[in-house]
C-alpha cells in the first residue's frame, strides 16, 4: 500500500501552547504516524520575535514574521493558531487560512465565542476543519465528548468549573477564610493570576468557554454577548462560612440548560451540595459534566490549562485531520444554527442563598418575611448570626441599631420575584448595604 503523503503543520504561536505542541510532536511523532497512517511534520513556524530564545529547535523550520502569509501558505495543509485574542493576526490568520482552502486548529476560545458563526461558514464553504477541542477546558476532551460520544443524546444542562484561576482562588478563600483581595495577591505572586485579572475572575474566560459548549450542546450560534456573566470579587468569608454550615461550596460555575423559555446560559458564583462531584474539584482543575437524555450524567474532569495537557488537545484535532474526519465546527452546518441563548436571567428558576445585614430593630425581620411572602417566596431557612462578622460597617452584634447577618434559604423561586423583594427590603430601610444573592444549582 502506498504510503499517505505527510501533513504538512504551519504554528503561528510559540508560547505555552505553541511550544507544549512541538514537544509533543517530537515526544510522540512516530506512535502519532503509526495510529493514523501518515505522519505529521511541521513545516512551518511563526511567532512575534525571531530573536527569542525557544525549547524547541527551530533551525529547520521555515520562519514566518506574518502569520496571515504562513495560514496561505501552499507549503502547508493545516495552519495551527497558538496567539490568542478575539481580533487582530489570530482573527485575520485563521480567516486567511480558511480562505485558502487550509484546515484550522485553533486553542483560541475568545476568538471562537465572538466570530466563531462566520469562521464556522467559511470553514464549511472551502470543505476545511475548524477544529477546538483546545478552546474549552484544555486537555480535558469535551468539544469531542459532544461532537461524537453523545451525538444520540437530547442534552438538557451543561455545565462546569472551567476557570482554573478563579476557583484556585475560591479554593483558597474556603480552606483559609481570607478575603478575596489577599487571595488574588498571592495568587498574582506566584503566578496562577495575570496582573489584570478581570478576565479570569470576573467570568469573561468560562463565558468564551460556555458560548462553545453552548453552541455544542444545543445547536445555537456561539455568542459570548448572550452569556450572563458575574464574577467572584463580591464573594465574602461571611459566604463561605455560612455556605459550610449549610452544606455548601461555592464554585464559579458555568451552566447551559434547556428551558421552557429557551436556553439558560450563565457564569455566576453558584452553590453547589458539599456531597456533589464538582464540589470537590479544587484548585486550578477543570469539570465539565454533562446531562444527556439516554447517557446519564457524564463528567469529566482534569486540568483546564497547561503546555502539556493543551497540547495533548491540540494534537487530537490534527489527528483528525490527519485521518480525513472533516465535520462542521458547531456539528450543524451554520446556517441550521438557532440564534443564540435566549432565556433571560430575570426568568431563572431555583433556589438562592441571601445574606443580609439587617438592623437589629424590632419588627424587622418580620418586615422581610413579609416582603418576601408577598413575591410567593418561600424560605427554607433563615438564620440570624450573632457571630463578629468580618464585613465593614458592621458595629457589636446584638446592640440595637448595630446590623446582624441575616442567612436566608430559598425554596424554587423565579428570580424577578426575589429581586423585586430585595428592592423593596432594600427601600423599606431594614437592611445595611447591598444584599448578597448566590444561586444554589440542584447538582
Ligand atoms: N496557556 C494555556 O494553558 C492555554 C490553555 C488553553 C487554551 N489556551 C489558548 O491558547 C492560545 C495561546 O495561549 P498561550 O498561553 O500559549 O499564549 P502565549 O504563551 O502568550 O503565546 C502566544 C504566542 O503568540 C505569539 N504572538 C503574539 N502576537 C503575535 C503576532 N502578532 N504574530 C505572530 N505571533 C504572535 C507570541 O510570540 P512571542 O513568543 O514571540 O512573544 C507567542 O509565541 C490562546 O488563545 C489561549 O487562550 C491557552
Known amino acids: 500500500m502506498k504510503a499517505e503523503k505527510p501533513l504538512r503543520l504551519g504554528v503561528a504561536g510559540l508560547g505555552t501552547v505553541g511550544s507544549g505542541l512541538l514537544t509533543l510532536l517530537k515526544e510522540h511523532g512516530p506512535a502519532i504516524a503509526a495510529r493514523?497512517?501518515?505522519?505529521?511534520?511541521?513545516?512551518?513556524?511563526?511567532?512575534?520575535?525571531?530573536?527569542?530564545?525557544?525549547?524547541?529547535?527551530?533551525?529547520?523550520l521555515?520562519?514566518?514574521?506574518?502569520p496571515a502569509m504562513l495560514a496561505a501558505d501552499p507549503g502547508i495543509d493545516v495552519f495551527v493558531e497558538l496567539i490568542g485574542g478575539d481580533e487582530g493576526p489570530a482573527r485575520k490568520s485563521v480567516t486567511a487560512a480558511l480562505a485558502a482552502g487550509k484546515h484550522v486548529v485553533t486553542a483560541n476560545k475568545a476568538l471562537l465565542a465572538s466570530h466563531g458563526p462566520e469562521l464556522a461558514e467559511l470553514a464549511e464553504k472551502?470543505?476545511?476543519?475548524?477544529?477546538?477541542?483546545?478552546?474549552?477546558?484544555?486537555?480535558?476532551?469535551?468539544?469531542?465528548?459532544?461532537?461524537?460520544?453523545?451525538?444520540?443524546?437530547?442534552?438538557?444542562?451543561?455545565?462546569?468549573?472551567?476557570?482554573?484561576?478563579?476557583?484556585?482562588?475560591?479554593t483558597r478563600m474556603q480552606r483559609e477564610g481570607f478575603p478575596f483581595a489577599e487571595v488574588l495577591a498571592e495568587a498574582q505572586a506566584l503566578g496562577y493570576a495575570e496582573a489584570d485579572p478581570t478576565f479570569d475572575v470576573d467570568g469573561h474566560d468560562a463565558g468564551h468557554k460556555l458560548s462553545l459548549l453552548a453552541a455544542l450542546a444545543f445547536g445555537v450560534r456561539p455568542d459570548f454577548a448572550a452569556i450572563h456573566l458575574e464574577g467572584i470579587r463580591g464573594i465574602t468569608p461571611a459566604d463561605f462560612r455560612a455556605a459550610e454550615e449549610l452544606g455548601y461550596r461555592i464554585k464559579l460555575l458555568a451552566v447551559a440548560v434547556r428551558t421552557e423559555s429557551g436556553i439558560e446560559a450563565r457564569v455566576s458564583p453558584t452553590m453547589i451540595p458539599k456531597s456533589s462531584a464538582l464540589a470537590g474539584v479544587d484548585g486550578a482543575l477543570n469539570c465539565v459534566a454533562v446531562e444527556?437524555?439516554?447517557?446519564?450524567?457524564?463528567?469529566?474532569?482534569?486540568?483546564?490549562?497547561g503546555a502539556r495537557p493543551t497540547a495533548s488537545s491540540v494534537v487530537s484535532d490534527i489527528i483528525?485531520?490527519?485521518?480525513?474526519?472533516?465535520?462542521?465546527?458547531?456539528?450543524?452546518?451554520?446556517a441550521r444554527l438557532k440564534s443564540k441563548p435566549t432565556a433571560q436571567m430575570?426568568?431563572?428558576?431555583?433556589?438562592?442563598?441571601?445574606?443580609?445585614?439587617?438592623?437589629?430593630?424590632?419588627?424587622?425581620?418580620?418586615?422581610?418575611?413579609?416582603?418576601?411572602?408577598?413575591?410567593?417566596?418561600?424560605?427554607?431557612?433563615?438564620?440570624?448570626?450573632?457571630?463578629?462578622?468580618?464585613?465593614?460597617?458592621?458595629?457589636?452584634?446584638?446592640?440595637?441599631?448595630?446590623?446582624?447577618?441575616?442567612?436566608?434559604?430559598?425554596?424554587?423561586?423565579?428570580?424577578?420575584?426575589?429581586?423585586?423583594?430585595?428592592?423593596?427590603?432594600?427601600?423599606?430601610?431594614?437592611?445595611?448595604?447591598?444584599?448578597?444573592?448566590?444561586?444554589?444549582?440542584?447538582?
Open 36 to 60: 493514523c497512517g501518515r505522519r505529521i511534520e511541521v513545516s512551518g513556524v511563526c511567532a512575534r520575535s525571531k530573536e527569542k530564545k525557544r525549547a524547541a529547535d527551530l533551525s529547520e
Open 62 to 66: 521555515v520562519w514566518f514574521d506574518d
Open 126 to 170: 472551502n470543505g476545511v476543519a475548524l477544529n477546538f477541542e483546545a478552546a474549552v477546558a484544555g486537555g480535558i476532551p469535551i468539544v469531542k465528548t459532544l461532537r461524537e460520544s453523545l451525538l444520540g443524546n437530547s442534552i438538557s444542562r451543561v455545565y462546569g468549573i472551567l476557570n482554573g484561576t478563579s476557583n484556585y482562588i475560591l
Open 292 to 305: 444527556g437524555d439516554f447517557s446519564g450524567l457524564i463528567l469529566l474532569a482534569g486540568p483546564g490549562a
Open 320 to 334: 483528525d485531520i490527519a485521518r480525513g474526519q472533516v465535520w462542521p465546527p458547531f456539528i450543524l452546518p451554520s
Open 346 to 443: 430575570r426568568g431563572h428558576e431555583g433556589g438562592y442563598y441571601i445574606r443580609l445585614s439587617v438592623y437589629d430593630r424590632p419588627g424587622a425581620i418580620a418586615a422581610i418575611a413579609t416582603r418576601m411572602a408577598e413575591q410567593r417566596i418561600s424560605l427554607e431557612s433563615v438564620v440570624q448570626k450573632r457571630e463578629a462578622p468580618d464585613l465593614p460597617g458592621f458595629g457589636r452584634p446584638g446592640q440595637e441599631g448595630d446590623a446582624t447577618p441575616v442567612v436566608m434559604i430559598t425554596h424554587r423561586t423565579r428570580e424577578d420575584a426575589l429581586r423585586a423583594a430585595l428592592d423593596l427590603i432594600v427601600k423599606d430601610g431594614h437592611v445595611q448595604g447591598t444584599p448578597q444573592m448566590v444561586r444554589i444549582e440542584a447538582l
